[in-house]
């Protein structure tokens, strides 16, 4: 390696090396199905003993989680 800030010889290029992101997307506290601001926030089951904290709409019920993690690749 010649050059102190070089990767080694044989490593991938830089785009197959890159450590993939990730961002959290917080959902709207406005109820998709009817509109409501009225909202609070409670621990769910989903299945198989999971949980999570889900928004839920006080006149409707309706529930969908606080937040959702996607993959987040930025152009380089």
Known sequence: MSNSTSAPSGAPPPAVRAVPAFRILFHEQVC?????????QEEVETGGGITEI?????????????????EWDTPR
């Open 54 to 70: 889900a928004l839920i709409c006080r006149p409707c019920g309706c529930a969908w989680p606080v937040a959702c993690i996607v």
């Open 32 to 40: 998709p199905q009817c509109g409501s601001a009225d909202i609070d």
